[in-house]
C-alpha cells in the first residue's frame, strides 16, 4: 500500500506550485486556475486522511470545497468579465484604481 | 516495489509536471489544458485511494464544468498571450523563497509524522459510508450549500449583465 505521507507531501508540492504559480502570473484568469489548483492540492490531502483513518468525513467536506469552488468560479468569472470589460485588458498590473 | 505504488508515482509525476507547465506556460488556454491534466491526474489518485464518489465528482463537476467554464471566459475575451511586465521585485526576492519555505515546513512535519497507510476500503461501503454521512450528519450544511449555489447564479447573472438593460 502507498503510505499516506507520500500523498500528504504531494498535496505540499502542488500547493506550493499554485503559490508560485499565483505569485508568478499576470493574467487575471491565470491567477484563478492557480487558486483551484490549490484548492485541489488541499482535497487531495482530505481524501487521503480519510482513508488513512478509516472514516469518510474527509471526502464529504472535499464534496463542499468542490461546491464552493464551483459557486466560486461562477461568481469570480463573472467579476473577470466585467474587469475585462471595463478595464480593457487582462492583465491585473493595470487594474489599479485603488492605488495612490 | 509493488502495483499501487508505482501507479502512485505515475500519477503524481502527471500531476506535478502538469502543475510546472500551469506555470511555464504563456497562453491562458494553454494553462487551462495543463489544469485539466492535473485533475486528471488527480482523480486518477483518488480512485487509487479507493474514494471512487470524488474521483467521478473530480471529473465531471472540476474536469467537466469549471474547467468548460474557464475555456469559455477565455474565448469569450480572445485572451492572448500574457505580456511580460516588470514584475515587482518583492514578489522574485521574498515570493520564491516563501513559497519554497511552506513547502518545505508543511512536508517536514509530514515526513515526521507517523500515519497508518491509506488504506483503500472496498467499493461499495465506502460510497455507501459516504451517502450515509452526507444526508444524516451533514444534512444541514447539504442543504445551505443549494443556497450558495443559487445567490451564487444570481450574482454571475447581475454581474454578466450588459448596463443599461
Redesign the interface.
Known sequence: ??????????S??????????F?????I??I???I??ML?AV??AF??F?????K??G??F???V??????????G??????T?RNRRS??V?RVNLLKL | MNASLGIFFVLAAVAVAGAVSLILQRHPIHCALSLIVVMVALAGLYLLLGAEFVAAVQIIVYGGAIMVLFVFVIMLLNAGEEERTNFSKIAAYAGIPMAVAVAGLIAAAIARSSLPPAQATTVLTSTKSLSMLLFREFVYPFELTSFLILVAILGAIVLAQREGN
Open positions: 500500500m502507498v503510505p499516506t505521507n507520500y500523498y500528504l507531501i504531494l505540499a508540492v502542488l500547493f506550493g506550485l499554485g503559490i508560485v504559480a505569485i508568478f502570473k499576470r493574467n484568469i491565470t484563478f486556475m492557480a483551484e489548483l485541489n482535497n487531495l481524501v487521503a480519510s482513508q488513512a483513518f478509516g469518510s468525513d471526502e464529504v472535499v464534496l463542499f468542490i461546491l464552493v469552488a464551483a459557486a466560486e468560479a461562477a461568481v468569472l463573472g467579476i473577470i468579465i466585467l475585462a487582462l492583465n498590473e
